[in-house]
Each structure stands twice: as C-alpha cells, then as structure tokens.
C-alpha cells in the first residue's frame, strides 16, 4: 500500500491522461468489436453464434452498450485498495462458511425452501385508462448467521419489503412472471419493456413483475456505491439468494390462488440470470424464457470492472469465482421441459457476451430453441425476432393454447 491507500502498483496515471482515455473508452472499445466482428465474419460461422455482416446500425447498437456501460461504472465507482483488501477478507470468510455448508459442492442447498406466501396487500392503480394492481409483500430472506456480510445485507432495510405490479383477469387464467434486469423496478418501464399488456390482452395472461433486491422501491437507502451488481461480492451472492427466495414466495402464493394453472417465466438480463436459478430449483413451471441473459456473475464482473492489467484488486475476482460458480444457474440442472425452454441473446450484446454468457447457458440448458438479434444488449426490444420470437413461445410450450 502506499500512503493514498492504493495498491503500490494500482494504475496511477496522470489525472489528465486517464480522463482523457475515459473519454474515448466507448469508441475505442467499439472500434476493437468491429474489428472483431469482420475477422469472425470473415472467418465464417463458429457454434451457436451465427454469422452477422459488421455494419453501422451494428456498431452503433455495441456503442450504445458501451455507453451504457460508462453509466453503469459511474455510479458504481471502483473503491480503493483498502476496501478491497477488507472484501478479500470477506471472500476468504465466505470460502470457509459455504464450504464447511457444503455449499460450494451442492449450490442447491444454498436456495433453502422458502414458507409459502399468504400475506400480501394489493391495491389498485388506475392511470391513463387503465387499471392493474400494485402488491408488497414482507421478503422474510435473512443470511444465515455467521454468514459473512450479513450485517451489512441486513442494513439494506428497503429489501425487507417485496413490491411488484399485476395484471389479472377476472377468470383463473394461466400467469407469466416477468422477471426484470438491472436498473430496472419501476413500473412504466417493466410494463413497457416486458409488452405486458400485450401479453395480458391477446395471451389472456396474468402477469405478475416482483421488484428485485436493490432496485426500485427496493434501493431506497442504500449507500452510495452499493448499487447492484457492484464490487460488493457477498452482496452480489445475497441478491442472487434473496432473488430467487422471492420469487419462488410469489409463485407459492399464485398456486394457491389458481391451483392447476399453468405457470412459465419470462425475463430480461439480469432477470434472465434470476429465472435460469429458479428454473433450476422449481420443478412445476411450463416455460422459461431467457432474454440476454447472465450466467457467471462474478465472471460479468470481472469483464467490467475496468481493472487495468496487473491491477491487483483483479485478484479479488479471481478468488471469488467458486462464489460465482456456487450462484449460477450453470451449477443446477434446469427443472423445466425442454419444450418450455429458450433464450434469445443479441450478437453484437457489449454487457452480456455472447459466447462467455449465453452460449454458456445454452449449451448447458441442453441447447434449447434460441434466436439471436442482430443488435447490442438494449436493443432486443425493438428487435421484431425477439418479439415474435416470445410470442411463439408461450404458445409452443404450451402456457397457452393455439389461437389464445
């Protein structure tokens, strides 16, 4: 360490030259994709990744994602070599509980059976002509004791409330759960990303959109720079736990609603990477589709983190990746028919890598049905395959019946 607290050989440029270089970060990244993209093109199709001709509306889609990304790192400002020495710490502690937990061995034992839901309040909201419901429900997901970070997960009092919206019909109808990606929970936006009306109107669908840990409503509170996904590794561990406690809480509750009816997932990004857990563990869901979705956290991390070579907080990662691999869905077998499984994924996506993330889960899903966009990361809702795309799946897996 020197005297500022940073790692003796941390990255210490000029002030100057690393704003500079900050600047042009997004151009220079998109430039390196594009010329990526010709040598894959001109090298011709390699797996699951199909070819895609480099053009400007495909380089002006990874751009966008990298100017996403600047965003996503200014408001998740890397700490300094002190607080990563004291997360090391916390990631050695969590090595030495999960494991002695069994946890590292057998990821399922760390998604304990949430108690049924039967306490939830839900009131009506009416605007701009139309009429759905708001629903909170107490989350009642704590860390185990002993478990390293739990106190300061626990000082994140907003989650202990779980909020979401509903759009339901009148008749028992079967329910899609919308599962939403990073900052993401707030209600226009999910209603609109998610084509939730469209899905409840021509589908006849109930949907249903929990509010992630840490989003939304859920985010009042927290400190600065505990956003998630963030450095916070144990944090990042938690949110995947209480995640997909959460969900599987609302699923109990709309089975005791509507016994028998069917029940799929739908989701986007992070969402994805919540839904592919849940469909690890659920053995009564009909449809999971995953949309650009996250399969190895902590490796999303690492790839993101902005970490200049030798940087030896990237040893942090690197120690953590039994803690990635013990939260993500690539370590549970999907539960979920094969005919109820599918995952779309952009091919020029600069958040969630093609090959390091998707293809991952999809080869691991046993290579299900998939469609890829010729677009970045945000581009799949305006992406027409995708749409059309999640349309046929609802009905070929059966949630709902041909002509619904």
Same mark, same amino acid.
């Given at each position: 360490?020197?005297?500022?607290?940073?790692?003796?050989?941390?990255?210490?440029?000029?002030?100057?030259?690393?704003?500079?270089?900050?600047?042009?970060?997004?151009?220079?990244?998109?430039? *390196? @994709? @594009?010329?990526?993209?010709?040598? /894959?093109?001109?090298?011709?199709?390699?797996?699951?990744?199909?070819?895609?001709?480099?053009?400007?509306?495909?380089?002006?889609?990874?751009?966008?994602?990298?100017?996403?990304?600047?965003?996503?790192?200014?408001?998740?400002?890397?700490?300094?070599?002190?607080?990563?020495?004291?997360?090391?710490?916390?990631?050695?502690?969590?090595?030495?509980?999960?494991?002695?937990?069994?946890?590292?061995?057998?990821?399922?034992?760390?998604?304990?059976?949430?108690?049924?839901?039967?306490?939830?309040?839900?009131?009506?909201?009416?605007?701009?002509?139309?009429? @759905?419901?708001?629903?909170?429900?107490?989350?009642? @997901?704590?860390?185990?004791?002993?478990?390293?970070?739990?106190?300061? +997960?626990?000082?994140?009092?907003?989650?202990?409330?779980?909020?979401?919206?509903?759009?339901?019909?009148?008749?028992?109808?079967?329910?899609?759960?919308?599962? /939403?990606?990073?900052?993401?929970?707030?209600?226009?936006?999910?209603?609109?990303?998610?084509?939730? +009306?469209?899905?409840?109107?021509?589908?006849?669908?109930?949907?249903?959109?929990?509010?992630?840990?840490?989003?939304?409503?859920?985010?009042?509170?927290?400190?600065?720079?505990?956003?998630?996904?963030?450095?916070?590794?144990?944090?990042?561990?938690?949110?995947?736990?209480?995640?997909? +406690?959460?969900?599987?809480?609302?699923?109990?509750?709309?089975?005791?609603?509507?016994?028998?009816?069917?029940?799929?997932?739908?989701?986007?990004?992070?969402?994805?990477?919540?839904?592919?857990?849940?469909?690890?563990?659920?053995?009564?869901?009909?449809?999971?589709?995953?949309?650009?979705?996250?399969?190895?956290?902590?490796?999303?991390?690492?790839? /993101?983190?902005?970490?200049?070579?030798?940087?030896?907080?990237?040893?942090?990662?690197?120690?953590?990746?039994?803690?990635?691999?013990?939260?993500?869905?690539?370590?549970?077998?999907?539960?979920?028919?094969?005919?109820?499984?599918?995952?779309?994924?952009?091919?020029?996506?600069?958040?969630?890598?093609?090959?390091?993330?998707?293809?991952?889960?999809?080869?691991?899903?046993?290579?299900?049905?998939?469609? +890829?966009?010729?677009?970045?990361?945000?581009?799949?809702?305006?992406? *027409?395959?995708?749409?059309?795309?999640?349309?046929?799946?609802?009905?070929?897996?059966?949630?709902?019946?041909?002509?619904?």
């Amino acid at each position: 360490m020197n005297d500022t607290g940073q790692p003796a050989n941390q990255d210490q440029r000029p002030s100057g030259l690393a704003a500079v270089e900050s600047a042009l970060a997004p151009l220079t990244r998109t430039g *390196r @994709y @594009y010329a990526g993209a010709w040598r /894959h093109y001109l090298r011709g199709s390699e797996g699951a990744l199909p070819l895609a001709r480099p053009s400007v509306t495909l380089v002006t889609h990874a751009l966008r994602d990298e100017l996403v990304l600047i965003g996503l790192r200014t408001s998740r400002p890397l700490s300094n070599g002190a607080t990563f020495d004291r997360i090391e710490q916390e990631v050695h502690a969590a090595l030495e509980f999960y494991g002695a937990k069994g946890w590292l061995d057998d990821p399922g034992l760390l998604f304990a059976p949430p108690p049924p839901l039967t306490d939830i309040e839900i009131h009506p909201v009416r605007q701009r002509g139309r009429t @759905y419901e708001r629903f909170v429900f107490t989350s009642g @997901y704590t860390p185990e004791e002993g478990d390293p970070g739990r106190e300061r +997960w626990l000082g994140y009092t907003a989650n202990e409330r779980v909020y979401g919206l509903m759009l339901r019909h009148r008749e028992p109808r079967p329910w899609l759960v919308c599962i /939403h990606g990073t900052e993401m929970g707030r209600a226009a936006l999910d209603l609109t990303l998610f084509r939730a +009306w469209h899905l409840h109107d021509d589908f006849g669908l109930n949907i249903a959109i929990p509010v992630l840990p840490q989003h939304g409503p859920r985010a009042r509170g927290l400190p600065k720079g505990k956003a998630f996904p963030g450095e916070e590794i144990l944090d990042d561990g938690h949110f995947a736990a209480q995640a997909v +406690w959460d969900v599987r809480r609302l699923l109990s509750w709309i089975r005791a609603q509507e016994p028998g009816q069917k029940v799929g997932l739908n989701s986007i990004s992070m969402g994805g990477f919540v839904a592919a857990l849940v469909a690890g563990i659920d053995d009564d869901l009909t449809c999971a589709v995953l949309g650009v979705p996250v399969a190895d956290l902590v490796e999303l991390l690492g790839r /993101h983190a902005g970490f200049h070579r030798g940087d030896p907080r990237m040893r942090v990662v690197e120690l953590a990746a039994p803690l990635g691999r013990m939260v993500s869905p690539l370590s549970l077998t999907p539960k979920v028919p094969m005919a109820g499984r599918f995952i779309y994924g952009g091919v020029a996506d600069r958040l969630v890598h093609p090959h390091e993330q998707v293809v991952r889960l999809w080869e691991h899903w046993g290579k299900p049905e998939i469609v +890829w966009y010729r677009g970045g990361h945000t581009g799949f809702f305006t992406a *027409r395959p995708v749409q059309k795309f999640i349309d046929d799946a609802i009905v070929q897996s059966g949630l709902v019946g041909e002509g619904a």
